[in-house]
């Protein structure tokens, strides 16, 4: 499995995409063959070797040769479902302009269908997103991820008049993302740029586990002061079979609240998509007796476990931090035994593998036939171990 990591320390967009793709090793003849797939007309793709701030990288354009359409979503809707490009670039596509009419819509309080892209020219957004699918999808990309995306400072000019930076469809289309902005001066995230992490980055953070194989640079139109105006691109492969994420560890101690209530806050904890919580017995201050509550959470998650441990606990404090995760990726398989269908989770570290059955149903056969749960644990784990060669 392919991943990409988009490094935006100096923003993102549509061209940048594009030129870090073709730096990596997608053919621009290739992109343009594609292209030809969908029935879009008067533009020129280009593609030219510059520097920016001493680093090599490719720059490239998209001309508007013609006198550009003004086109609603159900307009682009009908190019791409009339194209012959493949059905998962279609469905991805679809989904970004989405993304972007959306925004519009919202921005500029009018129906869905109704707002047109307004700062951007219609063929040059659609060159920009089916050529980045199509980039990824020859590079065999599976899994997308970026950095906290920079969005530059200042004011742009727009349609609408002089407007701070981020734009405001940009900044409705990064909402729930992780981003900063810095003293450029000028925007570095334009609307297509952030339309095409909202819809196909997974995670937001530091670069994943993996074996880098390939690198790209795509250059954006200015030459900076200070600053490599560039996005970068990796594109590698998982370590093994591990999968890393970023996850918010959340601790608060506790010793004026009864035990009782211990069941229903972890149960309230998992509800709301914890990854663990454990208690851990402590000794607080004047020697007083106390557990501390531990809660593992995706990034994403957070504001709720917070809110949940005030709202449902005694405690009137919290810290936490955000970390590194490392786990192995796993599944739950079904297989007939001896005892009936039973599931087992597996899970794969380079050749060995890890197959453990179910507790609940090493529980269940346990009581059901007046068992010892040792024995039946230890037989099902044995013959998922061997069903599973």
Not at 207 to 233: V, W
Not at 293 to 305: A, D, G, H, I, Q
């Amino acid at each position: 499995m392919f991943i990409a990591y988009l490094d935006c320390f100096s923003g993102i967009s549509g061209d940048m995409c594009l030129g870090a793709l073709v730096d990596a090793g997608v053919p621009l003849e290739f992109i343009e063959e594609e292209l030809k797939k969908i029935e879009l007309r008067g533009y020129r793709i280009s593609t030219e070797e510059v520097t920016r701030s001493g680093i090599r990288a490719k720059k490239v354009s998209v001309e508007v040769t013609g006198p550009d359409t003004e086109r609603k979503y159900d307009d682009i809707k009908g190019l791409i479902q009339a194209s012959e490009l493949k059905a998962e670039i279609k469905e991805k596509a679809l989904v970004v302009f989405e993304n972007i009419f959306r925004a519009e819509a919202k921005v500029h309080g009018r129906p869905f269908r109704e707002v047109h892209l307004h700062e951007l020219s219609a063929t040059d957004c659609i060159v920009d997103i089916l050529g980045t699918l199509i980039g990824l999808n020859y590079l065999e990309v599976t899994e997308v991820q970026a950095s906290a995306v920079n969005l530059g400072s200042g004011t742009v000019k727009t349609a609408h008049g002089i407007l701070p930076v981020p734009a405001p469809a940009t900044a409705e289309l990064l909402r729930g993302i992780p981003v900063y902005g810095d003293s450029s001066g000028i925007e570095l995230t334009t609307p297509t740029g952030a339309a095409i992490l909202k819809t196909l980055s997974t995670h937001f953070g530091e670069i994943p586990e993996m074996t880098i194989l390939k690198t790209g640079y795509g250059a954006g139109n200015k030459e900076l002061k200070g600053r490599a105006n560039l996005l970068r691109l990796l594109i590698g492969k998982r370590l093994s079979s591990t999968c890393g994420e970023r996850v918010v560890e959340i601790e608060t101690n506790i010793d004026d609240m009864n035990p009782q209530i211990c069941e229903y806050l972890m149960e309230r904890l998992y509800g709301q998509g914890a990854l663990e919580v454990f208690f851990t017995q402590i000794v607080m201050k004047k020697s007083r007796p106390g557990f501390k509550v531990t809660v593992l959470s995706p990034v994403e998650r957070f504001p709720l476990m917070r809110d949940i441990l005030f709202r449902e606990s005694s405690t009137i404090g919290i810290r936490f931090r955000e970390l590194s995760r490392s786990c192995l990726e796993r599944k739950i398989v079904k297989l007939k035994t001896e005892f009936g269908e039973v599931r087992f989770k597996v899970a794969h570290y380079d050749e060995h593998s890890k197959v453990i059955p179910e507790f609940e149903d090493c529980k269940r056969i346990a009581s059901e036939r007046g068992l010892s749960l040792v024995d039946v644990m230890e037989r099902l784990k044995n013959i998922g171990q061997q069903m599973l060669k």
